[in-house]
């Protein structure tokens, strides 16, 4: 539980970081190269400290990170233009824990009690109340259902890689391994990665084609300015998110069932509120209190009655 509040926190530090380094050089670049970043830092880390790319249960956790970071952003990534960054969020981390108890259930076997599912819906229901959009904006039905077959799809993969990740503990343990959560975080974004650099490379290759596959100097200029003003947030967000807080979900799932890490980790909007009250002076209003109270409370409930 503590390990799951902690990362929570740290994506929550990282969505700050991510925001302004997106606005500035897109989602498509600032994702990968967060997630770059942290496969250097993890890397560092593991082959000098840890296990490095050797253990039974290396091709699960790749495997963890092809599903959860690959597919699941990808899928995050492409809802946000069509619900909104409230909608997209909302369904997006309700549907994650919800996936990950049904397949943890039906793969691992692991069935909660029905205190622990009690906490879990509190916890939904108080961030579902937290995010809701206060407009009724007019989506278009097409785009509408596209934006929520995405988020289901984001869910989807997200709950599955944390559930790969549960497994590959267990064939860990069963071989007598006990890989710590920075080598096993390694391991997992090296399945991330893969995704994201198609994604920037078809990117930049379309608009090498508009510029008739030629840059200017004044272009090249222009973005070495550019990264030196932007770099701090894409580090900020990449040490935050990909590399701690991975690590720290890492950590939760060697010992606790994915549908509560990940309920856990949902309240990361919740933390949100009080972070850009002071960064960008963002009032917090009475129903977003409200629902963070009811979030707290089924997190308390869940550390202390399981």
């Known amino acids: ?130 995010l809701a959009p206060g407009d009724h904006a007019n989506i278009p039905r097409r785009q509408l259902w596209i934006g929520i077959l995405f988020t289901v799809f984001a869910g989807f993969c997200s709950a599955l890689g944390a559930v790969l990740s549960r497994k590959a503990y267990f064939v860990a343990h069963n071989a007598g391994e006990f890989p710590d959560p920075g080598t096993t975080g390694y391991q997992r974004v090296l399945g991330g990665i893969l995704i994201p650099a198609i994604i920037l490379i078809v990117a930049k290759s379309r608009s090498a084609h508009v510029h008739g596959g030629v840059f200017e100097d004044k272009t090249f200029q222009v973005s070495r300015e550019k990264w030196l003003r932007i770099w701090p947030w894409v580090f900020g967000n990449s040490l935050a998110g990909q590399t701690l807080g991975v690590t720290c979900v890492q950590w939760a799932l ?3 069932p994915a549908g509560i890490v990940m309920a856990v980790v949902a309240t990361t909007p919740i933390m949100l509120l009080p972070m850009t009250r002071i960064v960008d002076n963002e009032k917090i209003g009475i129903r977003s209190l409200a629902g963070a109270v009811i979030a707290v409370g089924g997190v308390i409930g869940l550390t202390f009655l399981r």
């Open 1 to 130: 539980m503590p390990a799951a509040l902690l990362a929570a926190l740290l994506f929550a530090i990282s969505a700050i970081c991510g925001y302004r380094s997106s606005r500035q050089i897109g989602g498509a670049e600032a994702n990968f190269w967060r997630i770059a970043m942290a496969t250097l830092c993890l890397a560092l880390w593991a082959n000098v400290f840890g296990g490095g790319l050797v253990g039974a249960a290396f091709p699960l956790f790749v495997a963890s990170g092809f599903c959860g970071i690959g597919l699941g952003d990808t899928g995050y990534f492409q809802a946000l233009p069509r619900l909104g960054s409230r909608r997209t969020v909302l369904l997006t981390q309700c549907f994650i824990p919800l996936f990950a108890i049904l397949i943890e259930w039906l793969w691992l076997d692991t069935k909660l009690t029905g205190v622990e599912l009690i906490c879990i819906a509190v916890i939904l229901t108080g961030v579902a109340i937290a």
């Open 254 to 256: 060697e010992k606790t």
